[in-house]
């Protein structure tokens, strides 16, 4: 009847034709831009956010008025350490879940597992359940471990990233743990009488000889520097060293104890033996002496401990590189150092301590043994208000310093759970 197609109905099918292929290109759009958004996204979290390399430092009495103490006696008042520079600084309190104030062991675990725990724990929930550490992620990840200490790799610091225990003093035990069930990759430290059998002049009584065991599994034994200096890392070697009975040389005993490593000797070494692996690698790190100096009642020992380990922490950043994730930690805080009186701003040294023309000693502690520290002919009086075999743990908050990726959310007042979810999300 119409021969011809009205008018009105083609820019109808028209304007519908173009509706559709607009709308197209509006999806297709947002599905490249919504892929292109994950995209980033992953390289963000997987590619570029995740340092190759992961050190932690671990040390006691490391609080900000034993920091200044620290820097004036190294330095005097203008001085500044090196790990003071790191970008990223916050205060971390050390408690544990069933006191307000915590000891090493707690402190360590916390923030080694992410969970607080009882006093004296280690890597166990109140519970009695056995807690995964951040090595023990780190090995799961494919990440090389290693795990350094200046004192018994089985003091209750380091032992927190690879022990389940509730007894730290049981140290035989735990060296046994160290070797049989945490297969970390390097391991230096001090400690070796714990390893021994007793016929041998070790304190073992079960006859076990834990350095024969880890050779037989194919561990390069090392007890000096010289033997830890020559290991090549080229061949990617499992190492285990140690270099002492005991505790390692403080700083002060250096020379008298050559053939001992430093601890910036043993961070160096150790990092140049992990970074061969081709998913990295996570090192912990005690500079357990400071806390050893406290149980002491050494406050200039103490100090200058604090210097040594400033001295590793550089080493740390110098080798592992300037894209590395370097945390130093302090845990459990005890004595109660104070460095007291007005010295002069340039003075450093031994001309900071002794006693002011008023009678009153420049480093006094508030509980501890009670001695007097003589060096370089001078006599040091560390006045003790309430003498005691062993110094009580203090409440006060502890500093952390941190520098590389994942690590802007290190500011404020922080917990150990919270530092562990930095460093989790960084293996």
């Known amino acids: 009847m119409f021969p011809f197609r009205l008018p009105c109905l083609r820019p109808f099918g028209f304007a519908r034709f173009m509706t559709t292929k607009i709308r197209n290109k509006i999806i297709f759009l947002t599905c490249i831009f919504a892929f292109l958004g994950l995209g980033v996204l992953i390289y963000r979290e997987w590619v570029v956010q995740r340092p190759f390399a992961v050190v932690l430092f671990v040390a006691d009495n490391l609080s900000p008025s034993q920091l200044a103490a620290g820097r004036i006696f190294t330095g005097g008042s203008g001085f500044r350490y090196g790990l003071e520079s790191m970008p990223h600084v916050a205060l971390v309190t050390p408690r544990s879940r069933d006191y307000a104030v915590a000891d090493s062991a707690a402190a360590a675990t916390a923030l080694a597992t992410g969970q607080e725990v009882n006093r004296?724990?280690?890597?166990?929930s109140p519970e009695g359940q056995s807690l995964e550490s951040l090595l023990s992620l780190a090995r799961r990840q494919g990440r090389a471990t290693g795990l350094v200490s200046n004192t018994p790799l089985t003091d209750p610091a380091p032992a927190a990233f690879y022990a389940h225990a509730t007894d730290t003093s049981d140290t035989t035990a735990l060296a046994v743990q160290l070797v049989d069930e945490a297969p970390m990759d390097v391991m230096l430290g001090g400690g070796a009488s714990q390893l021994a059998p007793a016929e041998q002049g070790g304190t073992r009584k079960d006859g076990r000889d834990l350095l024969l065991d880890m050779r037989q599994r194919g561990f390069d034994i090392v007890r000096t520097r010289a033997e830890l200096e020559n290991t090549p890392g080229w061949r990617s070697p499992q190492v285990f060293g140690v270099f002492s009975d005991g505790d390692l040389a403080f700083v002060e005993d250096q020379p008298r104890y050559a053939s001992q490593p430093r601890l910036a000797d043993l961070v160096s070494r150790a990092i140049g033996l992990l970074q061969y692996n081709r998913k990295g690698y996570f090192l912990v790190v005690n500079a357990g002496l400071s806390?050893?100096?406290?149980?002491?009642g050494r406050g200039e020992t103490l100090l200058r401990e604090i210097g040594a380990l400033d001295e590793a922490v550089a080493a740390a950043l110098q080798y592992a590189g300037e894209d590395a994730l370097v945390m130093v930690a302090g845990l459990a805080n005890s004595g109660g150092l104070q460095l007291n009186?007005?010295?002069?701003?340039p003075d450093r040294g031994i001309a900071v301590l002794g006693t002011s023309a008023a009678?009153?000693?420049?480093?006094?502690?508030?509980?501890g043994p009670s001695r007097t520290q003589t060096k370089e002919g001078s006599t040091t009086a560390e006045v003790v208000a309430s003498p005691t075999e062993r110094p009580a743990p203090v409440a006060g908050?502890?500093?952390v310093f941190a520098s590389g990726?994942?690590?802007?959310?290190?500011?404020?007042?922080?917990?150990y759970p919270q530092l562990n979810e930095v460093l989790r999300k960084s293996l």
């Open 397 to 399: 908050d502890s500093l």
């Open 341 to 345: 009186g007005f010295s002069f701003a």
């Open 120 to 124: 004296g724990a280690l890597g166990l």
């Open 359 to 367: 009678g009153i000693p420049a480093l006094s502690w508030a509980t």
């Open 405 to 415: 990726p994942r690590t802007d959310s290190v500011r404020g007042f922080l917990t």
């Open 291 to 296: 806390g050893r100096a406290a149980d002491l």
